[in-house]
């Protein structure tokens, strides 16, 4: 059965700086992309990083939004991807999503349709 559980989630001031976590089970890693999405209140979900497997040279992609701000990275037994965001904006709150399928393709990774399975998400606040 795979399992992605997000943590990490909470309250972060304009500027201010937050880890979030995936933990996979179920699935490995050396064969699946996991990627992160967002969606805040009634707005579509969308994404905002992707890492690939090993096999894939662990390649990553962001959104145009985070680039510079985000980076995502898997720990060293690649059960676990991590999306450190610095520099948090007001526009960054959202409920955040982790998702992961075998090889979506790079041009078109941030579409929600090609991930088999997903969190349950992890509230993110970013304000004063």
């Known amino acids: 059965q795979v399992r992605l559980v997000e943590s990490g989630g909470g309250l972060v001031q304009p500027g201010g700086s937050l880890r979030l976590s995936c933990a996979a089970s179920?699935?490995?890693?050396?064969?699946?992309?996991i990627a992160w999405f967002r969606q805040a209140p009634g707005k579509e979900r969308e994404g905002v990083s992707v890492?690939?497997?090993?096999?894939?040279?662990?390649?990553?992609y962001y959104a145009d939004s985070v680039k510079g701000r985000f980076t995502i990275y898997k720990d060293n037994d690649e059960k676990t991807v991590y999306l450190q965001m610095n520099n948090r904006k007001p526009e960054d709150t959202a409920v955040y999503y982790c998702a992961s399928e075998f090889n979506p393709p790079p041009d078109n990774w941030n579409r929600t349709s090609w991930y088999d399975y997903w969190g349950q998400g992890t509230q993110v606040t970013v304000a004063s």
């Open positions: 179920g699935v490995s890693l050396d064969y699946y992309a």
């Open positions: 890492i690939y497997s090993k096999s894939r040279d662990s390649k990553t």
